[in-house]
C-alpha cells in the first residue's frame, strides 16, 4: 500500500477503493455515510488485504 494511497484512504475513503470494483466502493461508501472511522478502517482493510494477496 503505498502512503498516498493510505492518505487517501483516510482523508476519502471511497476514492482510495475507486478502482477495486463495485463491491469495495459500494461497501466503503455506506460505511463513510454512517461514519468516517468505519469507512476508514474498511478502506485501509481492503488495500491492506489486495496488498497481501498480489
Not at 477503493?17 to 455506506?30: A, R
Request: aromatic share 12%; hydrophobic share 60%; net charge neutral.
Amino acid at each position: 500500500m503505498s502512503l498516498i494511497r493510505a492518505l487517501l484512504a483516510i482523508l476519502f475513503p471511497p476514492l482510495a477503493v475507486f478502482d477495486k470494483g463495485c463491491g469495495p466502493l459500494l461497501i466503503v461508501f455506506l460505511l463513510t455515510l454512517a461514519g468516517w472511522v468505519p469507512g476508514v478502517i474498511a478502506a485501509l482493510f481492503i488495500l491492506y488485504k489486495d496488498e497481501k494477496e498480489g
